[in-house]
């Protein structure tokens, strides 16, 4: 049987690249300062959907939840295989929290009535882990956290390798069922030739009001909204206008989006700066490494 | 995040130098194709931009995968199985699976057979990247033209019944032409093609030295004219690989471990001719070829490229005498050096690609769909028949210039590593390895010389250099043409000194004759690269071999190029002409004595 996959994507700073200005003074991220990228573990869950697909057949739909920049990620998913892609913007969505996102995201997902849901284990950018696992509460299907194989799937149910960090444990899963994937179950595919080819001009409604504004500097509202419908509807005859939709067409309920939606208050940062200072050298005699083990005990390096 | 297309500027800066869009418009027919196929361009603009991202693709599938895999693709090699099956090493199968999913094993063929219908100019560039990754990989990526030998001259059927294979990395394929006794000298072969009754075709016989023999799709040179001996009896056709197809051993060999080496036996297979009887050689057979050295001389550009760069890296950090081994002056030059030959073979490969593609165009508008207005067609074969004679030259040196470059930086490589150059801890030593089959196959450097020195005899080498000097160049670099001209004039006299001489002297003075030709031509597109209108910096290395943060144009850059191997070459000239116009043919004579008998027990 084929299988309706849906992989949950994030666009996100490419923390790799730390350099001086990558964080503020009140030690948030200046997300201006970092290249922004396909979150790493999200590639690997999108090549596990596109494996399905290749295999069983189907369908993969790729979901993300961000600003209009976003696009990027889903015609990077485009490039590499994904059937369709959908991008959730709304400014009533901002600052929400895992919990907020996780509501607003499986909203749409919920649209798919999809079969296998696929994600990263996590973000590059907050590390949290939670979104999948809350995805998958809210829509009410079975969950495969940390999955690093897939073994098996068989009509109705999924067999997967979890990577428990010292070893692994084997499980089966009904379906519908949520995977969280990580970066050792496979390497994911560049773009194919063909599908960069076909999909390099493919853009949101929300790309294309950018493009439309900057390539017409001065042009007054009315003109600007004309000229980016007619452009959309250019794009969407050619099956390359992306979707795009907001809050109400996911129905989503408002008190559960963005800062009302988000239990989280953040109680304190730290913005922690790493230095080299200056080496030691430890006499290589009994003395001298029994002084180095003690001081390293003291400064609780080790215990 | 190794991008081997993204980390190279002479690549990236040619990219911008060369005028793609111009190769587009012809590759592209005029961008017809974009109302019939979606991913087809629709103009110059667009179609640029879809080599940059499939190059980008392909630039990065070459660094972060395919290149991690290629030592233990050299340790592993390929396995001939019980049941006469070959496995490729894991990193080739790999690899080969990640090709097809990025839609790059169909990158010459047309639109209509699914492939991407790129022009040979870009393929040369992937070749390159894949070739510096894995250069064993290239012997089944790089080998295309098998696809494209179909594509060209084979029915319509044959065509609707391979290529789309090839194009979705489904087959690969095999140009099994050597024989025991049919190296470099095709003439010679032997394997019998003959018909039963009803007229199907069957082969019968061995054939040596093959090149991914155990693919899908073979080709197969055979005598199909039993009574006629020599080019003329031979035909080309095309088989499966199946039951009556026995791989009987793989070679043992120096290098590019991960590329099979079959030995064939034919046992009454069942095949079809390709195109006509008995142009199987003369015709499809050299055009094939000529593909193919076009691909060994960019898989050449890949191996120095890969063995350049540990070299580069190396004299930056290690330390002797208390200074980076770089500092010293005899490493320096090394390097230098280096440096200049890749950019220089680059340079040449590319423009051979560029004039290669407008070959084909030709080509096609004089025999695919000629065009009833007659001075139309009367340009275009006028046309034809002088870039054609272009490409017959410049295919050679490309093949000539590059391998030889290729073997001539792997083992100086090696050079700068010293002592662990030499050891196997480093890849400099498997680059060495793997280059010295590049001035063997396709057609050894002798035989290229052959080929190129012809162009030079019959004045296409003096046309084509007065074309290149024709254009204008930048006044910064324009001092350096008079060396050019004194080197034209002396390649001039010296051509004129061989073909009074006769086929004979002409052989024995072809390279040197073909070396003043090439280093004339390659001067001047170094000029041309000088004089680009491409706006590209590039960065300058600080002390410890980093990025210093200083910056230079590429245009001063490509100057600086440009003098250094314009005055070096200039002396080189001089010497080459005096030699050639010596008049000594005494070898002839005094070579049984000079040499000896082989000495027997």
Redesign the interface.
């Known amino acids: 049987m084929s299988y309706n996959c849906v992989v949950l994507i994030k666009q996100v700073p490419d923390t790799k690249r730390i350099t001086g200005q990558a964080m503020n003074e009140d030690g948030t991220v200046n997300r201006a300062a970092l290249p922004a990228i396909f979150n790493p573990e999200d590639l690997n869950a999108l090549e596990m959907a596109i494996q399905i697909k290749d295999k069983f057949g189907g369908k993969v739909t790729v979901v993300t939840m961000g600003l209009p920049a976003a696009g990027r990620v889903l015609r990077e998913s485009l490039f590499r295989g994904a059937d369709d892609g959908v991008l959730v913007t709304d400014r009533r969505a901002a600052a929400s929290d895992t919990l907020a996102t996780s509501y607003i995201l499986s909203c749409a997902v919920k649209k798919f009535n999809p079969d296998i849901v696929l994600c990263g284990r996590q973000a590059i950018d907050g590390d949290t882990a939670q979104v999948g696992p809350q995805c998958a509460e809210k829509l009410g299907m079975g969950q495969v956290t940390c999955v690093e194989e897939l073994i098996d799937l068989k009509g109705k149910s999924v067999t997967a390798r979890r990577a428990t960090g010292h070893g692994w444990q084997e499980v089966r899963c009904k379906l519908p069922a949520l995977l969280t994937v990580v970066d050792t179950a496979n390497e994911p595919r560049v773009s194919g030739g063909k599908r960069l080819m076909k999909y390099k001009n493919a853009r949101t409604p929300a790309e294309v009001a950018v493009e439309t504004k900057a390539a017409n500097a001065g042009a007054d509202e009315t003109t600007l909204k004309k000229l980016t419908e007619e452009a959309c509807n250019k794009l969407k005859a050619k099956g390359l206008l992306i979707k795009q939709w907001d809050l109400d067409m996911i129905e989503a309920d408002l008190k559960w989006c963005g800062r009302d939606g988000s239990p989280t208050k953040v109680h304190r940062i730290q913005s922690v700066v790493l230095t080299a200072k200056e080496s030691k050298s430890v006499d290589p005699g009994e003395d001298g490494i029994r002084s180095m083990i003690r001081e390293l005990i003291v400064d609780k390096t080790i215990a | 995040m190794t991008n081997f297309y993204k980390d190279n500027d002479d690549i990236v800066f040619l990219f911008k130098h060369l005028d793609l869009g111009r190769v587009a418009n012809l590759q592209e027919e005029g961008f017809r194709f974009a109302s019939e196929f979606?991913?087809?361009?629709a103009n110059e603009a667009e179609a640029v931009?879809?080599y940059d991202?499939?190059l980008e693709?392909?630039g990065?599938?070459s660094g972060e995968?395919i290149a991690p895999r290629a030592e233990a693709v050299d340790r592993q090699g390929n396995t001939l199985n019980e049941d006469g099956t070959v496995s490729y090493a894991d990193g080739i199968r790999e690899a080969l699976d990640?090709l097809s999913?990025?839609?790059?094993m169909g990158f010459t063929l047309p639109h209509r057979f699914?492939g991407?219908n790129f022009p040979n100019l870009v393929y040369s560039m992937a070749n390159e990247m894949v070739s510096r990754a894995d250069a064993s990989l290239m012997n089944i990526f790089g080998l295309q033209g098998i696809a494209e030998t179909i594509n060209a001259f084979a029915d319509e059927n044959i065509k609707q019944h391979y290529l789309h294979d090839f194009s979705a990395g489904k087959v690969t394929g095999a140009m099994v032409l050597t024989e025991p006794d049919a190296g470099s000298d095709l003439q010679a072969v032997k394997l019998r093609a003959y018909q039963d009754a009803d007229g199907n075709w069957f082969l019968h016989g061995v054939k040596r030295f093959i090149t991914n023999g155990c693919g899908e799709v073979l080709l197969v040179l055979a005598r199909s004219e039993p009574d006629r001996a020599g080019g003329l009896g031979l035909s080309l056709f095309v088989c499966d690989r199946g039951p009556t197809v026995h791989i009987r051993r793989l070679e043992d060999k120096l290098g590019i471990h991960g590329s099979p080496t079959c030995e064939i036996f034919f046992d009454n297979t069942p095949c079809q001719i390709i195109g006509e009887r008995q142009r199987g050689l003369v015709t499809y057979v050299m055009s094939l070829m000529n593909g193919a050295r076009i691909g060994i001389a960019a898989q050449s550009m890949g191996i120095a490229e890969a063995a350049y760069r540990i070299a580069r890296d190396y004299a930056s950090s290690r330390k002797q005498f208390g200074v980076a081994i770089e500092k010293l002056p005899a490493v320096r030059e090394l390097v230098t050096d280096m440096k200049i030959a890749l950019e220089a073979g680059r340079a040449l490969l590319y423009e051979t690609s560029r004039v290669v593609d407008h070959e084909i165009y030709l080509t096609k508008m004089t025999e695919l769909y000629p065009s009833t207005d007659k001075e139309q067609m009367k340009a275009y074969k006028t046309e034809l028949r002088k870039i054609g004679r272009f490409a017959a030259m410049l295919t050679p040196m490309s093949k000539y210039y590059c391998s030889e470059m290729c073997n001539t930086v792997s083992y100086d490589s090696i050079q700068v590593l010293g002592g662990s150059g030499y050891m196997r801890d480093y890849a400099s030593e498997r680059h060495a390895r793997d280059a010295r089959i590049t001035t063997i196959y396709e057609g050894t450097s002798q035989l290229q010389v052959v080929a190129a020195v012809r162009g030079v005899s019959s004045g296409s080498a003096e046309k084509y250099i007065a074309e290149l000097a024709a254009k204008s160049y930048d006044p910064a670099v324009a001092d350096l043409l008079v060396h050019l001209q004194k080197g034209t004039e002396l390649m001039v006299k010296a051509a004129a000194f061989v073909k009074e001489k006769g086929v004979e002297y002409m052989d024995l003075y072809g390279r040197p004759l073909v070396d003043i030709a090439m280093d004339l031509i390659i001067g001047y597109l170094f000029l041309d690269q000088a004089s680009t209108k491409v706006e590209m910096e590039v960065s300058v290395s600080g002390d410890n071999g980093r990025a210093n943060g200083q910056s230079v144009s590429m245009k001063q850059r490509k100057a600086m190029v440009a003098r250094r191997f314009i005055t070096r070459s200039a002396p080189k000239n001089v010497a080459r002409a005096e030699l050639i116009m010596s008049g000594d043919r005494s070898i002839f004579a005094d070579y049984p004595v000079l040499v000896g008998p082989v000495v027997t027990e």
């Open positions: 979606e991913h087809a361009p931009q879809n991202l499939v693709a392909l990065q599938l995968f990640a999913k990025a839609d790059v699914g991407l």
